[in-house]
């Protein structure tokens, strides 16, 4: 009987069908990929065209006259005296202003003096009051300066508003836009760069041109700085007791459990821990930066502490042994040997974990950080600062702004939206570099 012999050149079915089989993995993984990446650019590309005008402003340049028996009928210029003055007092001056630019360059309009005034910001009555009591020697002269315009006519200039729907909107009207549009013909008007947008304070509901980032990037900003200081040495201490010195028996077993547990509790259960404990308990006052910052301190540990330990365990079981093998106690050789060359996994681990808090909005809203905050927190010397004043971030300001009616705020949402997203690329990518810079080859 003779055995027939099979070339290993030649697949046969079994080979061929396990070569297709592989080949159809591979093109699950590809396709499972290219969706990923398609809807990753679906994404951005959403959040950028509806994001990238709040970058922009219009402007209103105009020279306004500051009467002294309006603005300081004792003509002493008293500051006390001058602040008295409200900012009812500033906006018939801006009208007046506007009024004046509009027949000088001989533009024919029907529209009735509240319109014309209503085509300005309600902040910028604020803005001029706020110039005036700074440089009182003005009073009784003429200054030029570049004021907001209203959120309809900004919108108009991104875009944003039409005539068609100016024509079905109480705020504003085709004739409002036509003279917005042929003063920014001579130059009174213009849109650029909008750097208001990164550092000023929030604004009302009826000022949507006027919402700035600047309180919400500040209260995140010491947040984090809370997580930095206690969550980076904590988890790393608890890292270090957990990996290299506690005993392995069933407690400490327990432990590696719930700490692997809590890195999968939700968020918002974080919010509630901290308005039990934080608040309720302790006393701290809501919605300031040093509760914000121990509720994110607490969601932040079991991530450090689980990246702290893997960097830990990276490094080979030989390096100890020779530290030790050479006299070095114990401690000396997890600090001076073990350490050192985990230390990028640790510092990218950190910083992960500081963008995953950043992020963060479920636990601070049940703390109270949702409340609107239109001025800058007091300095830390002071006595309310980081323990007592009221402060927001960016994603519970992102939050904010999507609950408010006027279309504007959607286009400052998406805007925090991508600044968010720019702090958090550049804290993944100095994860990256430290990782890249200190890491060491064995």
Do not use: C
């Amino acid at each position: 009987m003779s055995i027939q012999s099979k070339s290993l050149l030649v697949q046969d079915e079994r080979t061929k069908r396990r070569n297709a089989a592989e080949k159809r993995f591979h093109a699950y993984g590809l396709g499972a990929i290219g969706v990923a990446a398609l809807a990753l650019v679906l994404l951005l590309t959403s959040v950028v065209s509806n994001g990238a005008s709040s970058f922009r402003q219009t402007y209103i340049t105009l020279e306004i006259s500051l009467p002294a028996d309006t603005l300081d009928k004792d003509g002493q210029r008293d500051h006390a005296a001058m602040a008295s003055v409200s900012t009812f007092g500033y906006a018939p001056l801006l009208r007046d202003a506007l009024q004046g630019r509009i027949a000088e360059l001989d533009i024919t309009t029907a529209l009735p003096d509240k319109d014309v005034a209503d085509m300005i910001s309600k902040e910028a009555a604020a803005t001029l009051r706020n110039h005036v009591l700074a440089n009182r020697h003005l009073v009784g002269g003429v200054v030029t300066l570049e004021l907001l315009a209203d959120g309809r006519i900004d919108g108009y200039f991104k875009g944003r508003v039409t005539l068609e729907s100016a024509a079905l909107d109480g705020n504003t009207s085709p004739e409002a836009l036509q003279i917005a549009q042929a003063l920014a013909d001579v130059g009174v008007i213009d849109t650029r760069f909008n750097w208001r947008f990164l550092t000023a304070p929030d604004a009302s509901d009826q000022r949507p041109e006027a919402a700035g980032l600047g309180v919400a990037i500040l209260g995140s900003l010491y947040m984090m700085l809370v997580v930095l200081v206690l969550a980076l040495p904590i988890g790393v201490a608890a890292s270090i007791y957990l990996e290299e010195f506690a005993p392995k028996n069933r407690m400490s077993d327990l432990i590696e459990v719930n700490i692997s547990n809590l890195a999968a509790v939700p968020s918002i259960v974080y919010g509630i821990l901290g308005l039990a404990i934080f608040i309720n308990f302790l006393g701290l006052r809501q919605s300031s930066p040093l509760v914000g910052g121990l509720v994110l301190t607490l969601m932040t540990l079991p991530t450090i502490i689980i990246a702290t330990r893997a960097a830990l365990k990276a490094v080979p079981p030989s390096i100890r042994d020779a530290a030790l093998a050479l006299g070095a106690t114990k401690m000396q050789s997890v600090f001076h040997h073990v350490l050192p060359l985990a230390a990028p996994g640790i510092l990218t681990g950190t910083i992960i974990g500081l963008a995953q808090a950043l992020g963060e909005t479920a636990p601070l809203l049940l703390i109270g950080m949702v409340a609107f905050v239109r001025d800058y927190p007091a300095a830390y010397s002071e006595s309310a600062g980081l323990f007592g004043e009221a402060a927001t971030a960016l994603p519970v300001q992102v939050f904010n702004w999507t609950q408010r009616a006027d279309p504007g705020f959607a286009e400052r949402a998406s805007g925090a939206i991508i600044t968010l997203l720019v702090f958090l690329a550049v804290m993944n990518t100095v994860a990256v570099l430290l990782r890249r810079r200190f890491e060491r080859r064995w």
